[in-house]
């Protein structure tokens, strides 16, 4: 560690960084613009200027940027110097000439880096009285809005949008003082990352259009902790709540998951908490008024419950504590996954493998660090994005690291590095169904059938280790990409295989536990990730249930049972025919959901479950990573926690009734001593009687506006606030200042610092873990024995079942589901923005199937599903291998086919059946 | 003795003096026009809401008396949804008025204000909005900031550029 010296003070800094995440680190306030801890330096800001003397006898120094500058042993540097200060008083009053007095109405204001940049370096009075340069702004679709006039041209965006996440379609133009950003022309911003922008402008050049419509400033937002519901990463995420609405969802930083970005379905969709298909108030079925209230509807649960046989049925969006207290209530044997039999399994066998030990599944953070990916099957891009931007990084990165080692170039010194690294890239092998924008990147990106994608997988591992069986019958070209990939991995130090459930098919997750037990056999620790479908689909996985399918049949057998399904649309996954046989069969019906949805009509008494920013809750993430969200409404009405309704019911099944309310954190307790596959599940965050100084953890900022007056119009006297006994945070702005336990920040905020930059104080160093670490428990078998101090490297399971070669039929077609990051979820689409960007229903067929079968683009098609023809306009897929169609999955108005069955395509509807001349394969 | 006569004598004399009382409420009490009385929200010149609804006299309350929601026109100008203060909490400090940029909020030589009932002080947005410019006449905020808001177009504000043009390179 060198020592240098800050103003004329020793601090010992970290080599290889430069002066100013150093100076950040140590807490020392330096401005600065266009330096982001995750895009490195460019130097093109010129703000973050200070002086840099050549020995102890040098007096006058040299201005240099800090963000250039490397820390070296023995550096004299200093920020207070006059000329540095005036230097950088200066650039700030020039970016200033052209920004607009639009600070009141900016969404920015109250958490803009620009404003607390001037505060910092004393700009308090404009001294320019000259015209102000103006630009046109674009529509930049439903999530962006574009306000040129403020920008202060620092090029974060660009260097975010273009260079981070690969977006083609934001650039600059113009020239000389009136550079632009934006699109060619007005239109929807392509990538699926565009919503960081809004934290990456340092101004309020990209702002949140949703947030917009509820506009609320930061200081006035109550937040919590959270974590994100769409996708199976768990990325951290802060809501933000005013006047008892959810009203936007900021990053939440954590070095190990998500970093400092999030994708545009976890940001914006959140528009299902405020929306009006709420479920708020209990109901009971059959009656003239079913809205009821406590005492009815307790008798009637009890009636329902006393006495009957019950099972429950678990959901992978519900959190780890409703899923057990459902348990509890019902009994082990009795629970079942509101998930088809073919699925379930899949996950099951997902999660047995993340659980044996023997397999390492890397965080989001080493996949970033990995030097060779290879994915099978599984359309990242879509089914989890934040993890294919990692694999971006990665690819970037191996090149980038590969420069910068021949040319001596620190990682953070982005340009150079940039101009070294030319157009070379990491190793990316993206083997999947569909074409994906993540291709681009790809060494090899390959279009198969999800059978030949594991043969391949399979092949691969017998070109690494030559003992496992080989496949013979692979053609020459395919045989050369096989051993190049099997190349590629072999001579990485940390490659990754990433594979997943959304093809259906076992082989897929097979052949990549294949592929890392070769790679043991030469002394390489592979990663292997899988994705899932849902946030907590890991936590249902890990409770090994029966599935539905089961369910319906012991339903079927002895009927006249009472079934408690929570928090799942049974219709979305089940087919319709086999989800009514079972609803039909039971005997009381008791439905816990937030969102009114087809097997909430079903119910007999249907219970208002809170939504995820109402209660606190813990979801498991694909690499077995339990993350606790803490409540940030106060629910409205009736609305209650799952875990607390079902709680309720324990009381009433158990006649005695005490009624006694559990905190989540003995659920979890609990659970841990149920099932010892959950253990350390309960140090996720900390217990709700934790205090800092007997202080909570306050939810509302210190400069939280209104107290007196938001509620002035219902009653002058101001009510008691909410009382949180669940948790450590508290409905208040009084409470615990300082920087609270790293599980329970409820928002980035420091002395100086109002924006999200303020990050930089909660995190060890920029760009590193937070403080005490990042919150989250790993419950992979791998991390329990870490714990144990008994990891060794154990050989992950090898499979010999080698999936016989897909071949195309000539009168069925293969159904797969195409999942659409923007539609294909349940809750996310409730958003006006993302229900828009959605695709309507259509039937996808490769180009081979759609030219022999004569039609084209637009054309009505008929799939036979369930035995009914359902027609759809054609959509022909690029690349899809002939004998596939594709159904967009969750899409409203397609019925839920077995997914992975062979289905029958006609052309009209009268049956007529049509065989397809062309197998080319 | 003497003082006693002295006294009356005095009290005599304030017969003639002028009355440092006045006949309220019949007679009103005049106050400087920068007296920091009941709360109004202006207009602009042209007869449209000044009030942007930015949040900052709600942040600057000492007593958080103010509540107020922003919201936005189809030009995408802003306005408050609702606006509300609860004068029972109000101790008419004036932070509100210093820390209006636009000039809306601001406080009048009025103090009736007296009602029997608490609830009866709150105010809302339709209680506070008047149909004046108060005491900064011709001052309009969406003719000097950078947003366009359907008041002008883009470039046509007091001291701006015309819009620049993207597809040159000229100086």
Redesign the interface.
């Known amino acids: 560690m060198p020592t240098i010296y800050i103003d004329s003070k020793p601090y010992e800094a970290l080599a290889g960084k430069n002066l100013l995440e150093t100076c950040l680190g140590l807490g020392i306030d330096l401005p600065y613009f266009c330096w982001h801890p995750a895009l490195g330096s460019v130097g093109a800001c010129r703000q973050c200027a200070v002086k840099v003397f050549k020995d102890a006898q040098d007096g006058t120094g040299r201005l240099v940027m800090s963000c250039m500058e490397m820390v070296k042993e023995g550096m004299r540097a200093s920020v207070s110097d006059k000329d540095a200060v005036a230097f950088r008083a200066q650039v700030i009053e020039w970016l200033m000439t052209n920004?607009?007095?639009?600070?009141?109405?900016c969404d920015e204001?109250?958490s803009c880096h620009l404003q607390d940049m001037t505060v910092m370096t004393g700009h308090d009075y404009r001294r320019f009285?000259?015209?102000?340069?103006?630009?046109?702004?674009q529509n930049l679709g439903p999530f962006l809005h574009h306000?040129m006039?403020?920008c202060i041209q620092c090029y974060r965006c660009v260097r975010f949008y273009h260079d981070y996440a690969g977006g083609k379609d934001l650039g600059v133009?113009?020239?000389?003082n009136?550079v632009?950003f934006?699109r060619e022309t007005s239109g929807i911003l392509e990538s699926p990352f565009s919503g960081n922008l809004v934290e990456v402008c340092p101004t309020g050049v990209f702002t949140d259009k949703l947030l917009?419509?509820?506009?609320?400033?930061k200081?006035?937002l109550a937040s919590a902790p959270s974590i994100c519901q769409h996708c199976s990463l768990g990325c951290n995420i802060f809501t933000g709540e005013r006047?008892g609405r959810l009203r936007q969802i900021t990053n939440r930083y954590n070095s190990e998951v998500n970093g400092y970005f999030l994708c545009d379905k976890g940001r914006f969709g959140y528009a299902f908490v405020n929306d009006v298909n709420r479920v708020t108030r209990p109901l009971l079925r059959n009656q003239t008024i079913e809205a009821v209230d406590e005492a009815p509807l307790m008798k009637t649960l009890r009636e329902m419950l006393s006495g009957e046989e019950l099972i429950g049925i678990g959901s992978p969006r519900a959190s780890i504590e409703s899923n057990f207290s459902l348990i509890q209530l019902v009994g082990r044997d009795n629970f079942y996954q509101g998930l088809p039999e073919y699925p379930a399994y899949l996950s099951g066998k997902v999660a047995e493998l993340v659980q044996s030990g023997a397999l390492y599944v890397p965080s989001l953070k080493e996949i970033e660090a990995s030097d060779a990916v290879l994915v099978l099957g599984e359309d990242i891009w879509n089914t989890a994005p934040v993890m294919a931007l990692a694999v971006r990084q990665a690819v970037v990165r191996t090149a980038a690291a590969q420069a910068g080692k021949q040319s001596g170039l620190p990682a953070w010194h982005d340009l150079a590095v940039k101009e070294a690294t030319q157009e070379k890239k990491g190793f990316l092998a993206n083997l999947t169904v569909c074409p994906s924008p993540l291709d681009e990147e790809a060494a090899f990106s390959l279009r198969r059938a999800p059978d030949t994608i594991a043969r391949l997988g399979f092949a691969i591992a017998h070109a690494i280790d030559p003992s496992l069986p080989s496949l013979p019958d692979i053609s020459t070209a395919m045989r050369s990409i096989v051993n190049s990939i099997a190349g590629a991995l072999r001579s990485a130090q940390h490659p990754v295989i990433i594979s997943g459930v959304s093809c259906y098919n076992e082989g897929l997750i097979k052949a990549a536990c294949t592929i890392a037990a070769a790679l043991h056999t030469i002394g390489l620790r592979a990663g292997v990730a899988y994705v899932l479908p849902e946030c907590n689909s890991m936590g249902l996985a890990l409770l090994h249930a029966p599935s539905f399918d089961n369910a319906t049949a012991r339903v079927l057998s002895k009927p006249g049972v009472t079934a408690i399904i929570l928090e799942a649309d049974i219709y979305r996954t089940v087919a319709e025919k086999e989800a009514d046989a079972f609803f039909d069969a039971c005997k009381h019906i008791i439905v816990l959901d937030s969102m009114h949805n087809r097997t909430t009509q079903k119910a007999h008494a249907l219970l208002p479950a809170a939504a995820f920013a109402e209660t606190d809750g813990t979801i498991i993430n694909y690499e077995a990573r339990a993350q606790q969200y803490f409540q940030v409404l106060a629910p409205q009405q009736d609305i209650r926690a799952s875990w607390k309704w079902l709680g309720k019911l324990k009381g009433l099944r158990a006649a005695a009734g005490n009624g006694q309310q559990v905190h989540p954190d003995e659920i979890l307790q609990q659970l841990e001593q149920a099932l010892p596959a959950f253990k350390g599940i309960s140090r996720v965050a900390p217990s709700p009687d934790f205090r800092v100084h007997g202080q909570p953890i306050p939810r509302d900022p210190q400069?939280?506006?209104?107290?007196?007056?938001?509620l002035?119009?219902l009653?002058?006297?101001e009510p008691r606030p909410p009382q949180d006994t669940d948790s450590p945070l508290a409905f208040s702005m009084e409470g615990y200042p300082g920087i609270p336990p790293p599980a329970l920040i409820p928002f980035y905020w420091a002395p100086g610092w109002n924006s999200n930059q303020s990050v930089s104080k909660y995190q060890q160093e920029p760009g590193g873990a937070l403080r005490d670490g990042d919150p989250g428990v790993l419950l992979s078998g791998q991390a329990v024995l870490r714990l144990t101090g008994e990891e060794k490297p154990t050989a992950p399971p090898l499979f010999m079942d080698i999936p016989e070669a897909f071949e195309a039929r000539e009168d069925r077609w293969l159904l797969l589901p195409q999942v659409h990051l923007f539609g294909s979820d349940e809750l996310s689409s409730y958003t006006p923005g993302i229900r828009r960007l959605a695709p309507q229903p259509y039937i996808g067929l490769g180009e081979a199937d759609a030219t022999a079968l004569g039609v084209i683009e637009g054309d009505d098609i008929f799939v036979w599903l369930e035995g009914k023809a359902c027609s759809f306009p054609l959509a022909i897929r690029k690349g899809l291998c002939p004998g596939i169609t594709l159904l967009p999955m969750g899409i409203p108005g397609i019925p839920v086919p077995q997914w992975g069955s062979w289905v029958k395509i006609t052309l009209s509807e009268d049956a007529e059946e049509i065989r397809c001349p062309s197998k080319i394969f | 003795m003497l003082s006693l006569l002295r006294t009356i004598w005095l009290v005599f004399l304030h017969l003639f003096h002028k009355k440092a009382t006045i006949e309220y409420p019949e007679e009103k009490i005049p106050l400087h026009p920068r007296y920091r009385g009941r709360i109004v929200l202006t207009r602009d010149p042209d007869g449209q809401e000044r009030c942007?609804?930015?949040?900052?006299c709600?942040?600057a309350?000492p007593?958080?008396?103010?509540?107020?929601?922003?919201?936005?026109d189809e030009n995408g100008r802003?306005y408050p949804e609702f606006f509300?203060?609860?004068f029972?909490?109000c101790i008419f400090c004036g932070y509100c008025e210093d820390a209006c940029?636009?000039y809306a909020i601001q406080l009048i030589p009025d103090v009736e204000m007296a009602e029997f009932h608490?609830?009866d002080?709150?105010f809302?947005k339709e209680d506070l909005l008047i149909d004046s410019e108060g005491k900064y006449p011709g001052y309009n905020?969406y003719k000097?900031?950078?947003?366009t808001?359907g008041v002008k177009e883009?470039?046509q504000g007091a001291?701006?550029?015309?819009?620049?043009?993207?597809?040159?390179?000229l100086?």
């Open positions: 920004h607009p007095h639009d600070c009141p109405v204001g109250g009285r000259y015209k102000k340069r103006t630009y046109e702004n306000e006039n403020r133009f113009a020239a000389h009136h632009y934006g917009k419509e509820h506009y609320t400033r200081w006035d006047y400069r939280y506006s209104g107290r007196t007056a938001i002035a119009n009653t002058v006297s | 942007v609804g930015c949040y900052l709600a942040a309350c007593v958080d008396c103010i509540a107020l929601q922003a919201a936005e802003r509300r203060i609860n029972s909490r940029p636009t608490r609830q002080l709150v809302e905020y000097i900031a950078g947003i808001a883009t470039g001291n701006e550029e015309p819009p620049v043009d993207v597809h040159s390179l100086p």
